[in-house]
C-alpha cells in the first residue's frame, strides 16, 4: 500500500504526489500550505449540520427496511387500483411507524452522545500559533503536536524532533516490540511501513519517549483507515447481534411459510388478487418485530444511562450485553484492589540500613524525568523535593523491556547516571554496591531483604548511580553499566476496604476475577489470602513458555499473575476466550492497550492515560470493582428487557397470525382487513419501545442472558399456540354464535387482539405468576391507555374510516371475559415451560 500526500483525493495521487515520509520538513509545510482548505475536509468538518443531516439519515433508516418498502409499494398498488381510503391509511401508518422509530432512535443516540463528552480522549495541538485542546477526531492536517508517553496518534505525521521515542505500532505491523522512530533525513519512498522511522502512524500510540510532529494525514486517508476500509470498516459481530440476525432469520422462514399459504388459500378461494396481495403483506408485518431495531436501540441507550448513573460510561452500546455476560475479569490490581494511593515506606541502602541519601537520589530521577507521570515518581515527590538548581542533562526513558528509567545530572559537581527500576533491572545493570563489589553473596542478600518485604505486601524498587567519565554521552541505553547499587525504596498500597467483598460479590454473578500485574510475585501472592483467590502465582516466564493447551490450563486453574509484560497480558485474554469465557479487562495504563483491544469488555478509567481510555469500551468514573459488578447487573437488566420484547412479540405475532390463516380458510370473507392489521400493529409497538423502562426480576440478573434460538423458538410455538386456540374460540362465537357479519367480525376481534396482547405481554414479561412481578408503572399506564383507546376506537369518529362499528356492551363484556381466562390458561402454561 502506497500512501501518498495528496490526502483530499481518496480515488488517487495527484501528478507527482509522493509518500510524505520520503520528503524534507519544508517541502511537507508548503505543500500542507497549498492546501489549507483540505484541513476542512477531515471528521471534524463533517460536522457542520451535523445534527440536522444525522436526523435525516435516522429518518431514512426507518424509510429503508424491505418490509417499509413493500408496504409503501403496496400502498401505492391499492391507490392506483382506485382503493384511495385503504392505500391511503396503509401509508400513513408507515410514515406514523417511521416517525415514532426515528423519534426514539433520535432521542437514543443524543443520550448516548451526551455521555460520551465525559470520557472523550482529548489532545492538544497546535493550530495557528495557538495551543488548543481538541478532541482526537477533531485534530486536522497541519496541526502540530507534543508527544508523550500514553499519548494516541491521531493521524499519520511527520516527526519533527525526537527523543528516545518508542512507538506500539503492533495495531498496524502485528509487531509486539516497540518501534523507535527519530526525527531526520526522509526515507526512500517505497519503504515498508517498519522501515519508516521519521513518521508515526494514525491507530499507534507512543510506549516511552518524546517529541513533536505534524500532523499530514487525518481520518480515512491514514495508513490506519484505509486498512480499516480494506476490511469494509466492519468489526466482528458481538454475541447480541448474532442473536438479533438468528432471531430475524426465524421469523423470515416463518413468516414466508404463513404469508404463503395464506395467499395461496385466498387465491384458491378466488378472492381478489389485489385485496389478498394486501392482506399477505399486512401479515408479513405482523409477524415481523418492526419495531426490534428501535427497541434494541432503545434499549441499550436506557441501560447506557442507568449505568451513567452508577458511574459506568458505555462508549459502544453493543457492549453492554457482552459485559451482562462477562464470565472472567482480568484486572491489575493498582488502584482496583489497592487503593492507589502509593507512599514510600522504607528507604534503605546497600545494607538494609535507613538511607536520606537513596530518597535523595530518587527524587532527583523522579523529578527530572520527562517521560509520563505515575504514582510511585509522585510518592516519592511527596517525601523529598530536588534542589532547584538541578538541571536535567540527559535521559533514557522507562520501556516494559528494560523495566527501568535513568536521568543524566550534576550530583556532588560531577555528571552522574540514576537509574530506578525494577530491582531484578537496576542489580543486572550494577557491579558494585555502595562502593564495594556486588558479588553473588550480596546480591542473594539484597533479593532476600526484598523478597520479604514483597511477601509483607511492598513494591520494591532499586536504584543505582555511576559518575560520567569525561566527554561520555549522556542519552543511550548503553550508559546503564557498571552502576553503583544505592538501595532500594519500599512504596505500600494497601488492599482497599471491601475489595474481598468485591470480588465475592461478581463471583455471586458468576464472574471469576483474576489479577494480573508487573509486581513481583511475593507482592502478588500476598494478595491471594487476603482475597481469597485460588490457585498459585503464575509468572511471565511461565506464561512465554507455555504451548497453547498449558497456557488455557494455566489461565483457567489460577488467578495470580506476575511479572507479566504487555504481551502476557494479551495471551492470557486470548486463551480465556479460546476456553470460552466472556473476557472483560479493566486497565489504565499503556501496557494494558492491547489487553483492552483484544477482550471482549474493554474497561478503563476516567483518569487513565489517553491510549487506554481511547482502547476501552466501557469508561469507569471511579476504579471500584463495585462498579463493575453494578454495570454488570445492569448489562444483564438491559438484555433481559431486549429479549422480554423478542420472546412476547414473537409468540403474540406467531399466534395472530396462525389463527389468520386459519380462519381465511374457513371463513367467506377475510379475517381483518389489511389496513386494520397494520394499526394493530402500530398501536402495540407503541408501549413496546418503553419495555426497556421495565423491571426485571432479581433471578434474571443473577445469571448472564444468551441467546438460545431453541428456548425462544419453543417459547413462539407454544405462547403462540396458547393465543391461537383462543382465537379460534373467539371466532367460533363471533360467527356460529353471534352471526356478526363481516364488519362486527373486523372490529371486535380488533379489540379482542389489542386486549390479549395487553394480557400477553403483562403475564409473559416473567417467569414467575404475574401478580408477583411488578411491572414498571410509566410501561404498565401506557399500555393500559394504548389498549383503552384501541376499545374506543370503533366508537369514534374515526373507526368507520377503518372498517370498524361500535361493539355492543355485552359483546365487549363476553371479549374481556374471554381475555381474562387467556391470562389463565398462559399462567397455568408457565408452569409447564419454564423460562
Partial sequence: MVQTLVHADRTGAGPGAVPFWSMRQDEVEQHLADHVEDRRRGPAGGRRGGRALAWLRVVGRQFLSPITLILVVAALVATSTGDLVDGSIILGIVVCSALLGAWQEGRAADAVSALLVEVAVTIEVIRGGRTLGVMIDEVQSGDRLSLRSGDVIPGDCLLLSSQDLAVDESALTGESFPAIKAAGSPVPSGAALAGRTNSVFAGTHVISGTGTALVVLVGADTTFGHIAAALNGRADATSFEIGVRKFGLLLLRVMLVLVGAILLINILLHRSLIESLLFALALAVGITPQMLPVVVTVSLAAGARRMARNKVIVKRLDVIEDLGAMSVLCTDKTGTITQGVVGVDMTLDATGEDSRAVLDL??????????????????????????????????????????????????????????????????GCSTSADGRPLDRSRTEEISRRAEALGSAGYRVLGIATRALAAGEAVVGPGIEADLDFRGILAFHDPVKEGAA??????????????????????????????????????????????NEAELRHLVSENSLFAEVEPMHKVKVVHALKTSGETVGFLGDGINDAGALHAADVGLSVLTAVNVAKEAASIVLLTQDLGVV?????????????????????????????????????????????????????????????LVSRDRVDTERVAVAGAWNMRSITRFMVTFGAVSTVFDLITFAVLEWGLSAHATLFHTAWFVESAITQLVAM??????????????????LAVSVAVAAVTCALPFTVLGPLVGFTPVPLGLLGLLLGLAILYGVAIEAMKRLVRF
Fill in 762 to 779: 403483562m403475564t409473559l414479561r416473567t417467569g414467575r405468576p404475574a401478580w408477583r412481578s411488578r411491572p414498571d408503572s410509566v410501561f
Fill in 629 to 689: 459488578a453494578a454495570g454488570v447487573r445492569l448489562g444483564r437488566h438491559t438484555f433481559a428487557n431486549t429479549l422480554k420484547y423478542v420472546r412476547v412479540a414473537a409468540s403474540s405475532n406467531f399466534g395472530n397470525i396462525l389463527s389468520m390463516v386459519i380462519a381465511a380458510a374457513v371463513l367467506p370473507f377475510l379475517p381483518m382487513l389489511p389496513a386494520q392489521i397494520l394499526l394493530l400493529n402500530f398501536l402495540a409497538d407503541i408501549p413496546n419501545t
Fill in 362 to 427: 530518587a527524587a532527583l530521577n523522579a523529578g527530572l524525568q520527562t517521560n509520563y507521570s505515575n504514582p510511585l515518581d509522585a510518592a516519592i515527590m511527596a517525601r523529598a523535593a530536588i534542589p532547584p538548581e538541578s538541571t536535567l542533562l540527559g535521559e533514557v526513558p522507562y520501556d516494559f523491556l528494560r523495566k527501568r528509567l535513568s536521568v543524566v545530572t550534576t550530583v556532588a559537581g560531577a555528571r552522574t547516571i540514576i537509574t530506578k527500576g525494577a530491582l531484578d533491572s537496576v542489580l
Fill in 501 to 546: 467483598d468485591s470480588i465475592a460479590e461478581l463471583s455471586a454473578l458468576g464472574v471469576r476475577v483474576k489479577i494480573i500485574s508487573g509486581d513481583n510475585r511475593n507482592v502478588t501472592g500476598s494478595l491471594a489470602l487476603l482475597l481469597g483467590l485460588a490457585g498459585r502465582v503464575v509468572l511471565g516466564e511461565e506464561l512465554e513458555r507455555a
